[in-house]
């Protein structure tokens, strides 16, 4: 089964519009954290936004914020007021266990996101 | 801000070559990673390395590779004898931590170095 699913392959959003970019994780760890990355067209991996399976609280950095829903298994991006450079492919990825040893992060496939004027 | 950063940012290499791809982490990281993506395809883990040694490693990591850390700023991947499957962009990462469920587990990866193997 994979530890990561993101179902949607590709997404169009109109510039300024919010749009959600669906993740779903498999584990039965519970301790876990949650990422989302943005890789642009040149590349580079960039961090966006971290959720641990203990906050409370939905994690929020500026325009990004995750909707965290622990009995659902899920951890969906959502992007408030699209910009022309969020047009990108964006990862979530898992990391399991708390030992404090480096523990790999597990991909999605990815979701690529083309934001329209 | 601090950065992780690799080079070289492209590598050319004729199959059954060696190869050595670089990675400063960020100074004040003590784990590191590297990870691969095929063209078009996801992030896989390779490799990770805490307290000069192996923490983890995957399938993909077999005899041909290897990782050093040779000096307090370099962290290097090896690969001894190339393959055509070898092709990918190579990412390295680093994080504060590891294992602790904070916002220090963060990896933070480099630009990546585009491996072609011919």
């Known amino acids: 089964a994979q530890k990561i699913t993101q179902t949607q392959p590709g997404m169009f959003v109109q510039e300024k519009e919010a749009v959600t970019l669906d993740c779903t994780y498999d584990?039965?760890?519970?301790?876990?954290?949650l990422f989302w990355y943005k890789q642009p067209s040149s590349g580079e991996m960039i961090f966006l936004i971290y959720?641990?399976?203990?906050?409370?609280q939905n994690a929020t950095e500026g325009r990004y914020s995750l909707n965290f829903q622990k009995a659902r298994k899920s951890a969906n991006l959502v992007i408030s007021a699209s910009q022309l450079g969020d047009s990108a492919m964006y990862f979530c990825a898992m990391r399991e266990g708390w030992d404090g040893t480096a523990s790999k992060l597990t991909f999605g496939t990815g979701t690529r996101l083309q934001v329209t004027l | 801000e601090p950065e992780v950063t690799q080079t070289p940012s492209h590598q050319v290499t004729q199959m059954g070559q060696e190869v050595i791809l670089r990675c400063v982490p960020i100074s004040n990281h003590l784990y590191f990673y590297w990870y691969r993506q095929i063209l078009g395809q996801k992030v896989e883990f390779l490799v990770s390395?805490?307290?000069?040694?192996?923490?983890?490693k995957s399938e993909i990591f077999d005899d041909q590779f290897s990782v050093e850390r040779p000096d307090g700023s370099n962290f290097t991947l090896k690969i001894r004898s190339t393959k055509l499957e070898d092709s990918a962009m190579y990412f390295c990462?680093?994080?504060?931590?590891?294992?602790?469920?904070?916002?220090?587990?963060?990896?933070?990866f480099g630009p990546g170095t585009r491996l072609t193997v011919l």
């Open positions: 390395f805490y307290n000069n040694e192996i923490s983890e």
């Open positions: 959720q641990g399976s203990y906050d409370q």
């Open positions: 990462a680093s994080s504060e931590w590891g294992g602790s469920i904070t916002p220090r587990d963060t990896q933070y």
């Open positions: 584990t039965s760890d519970p301790s876990y954290g």
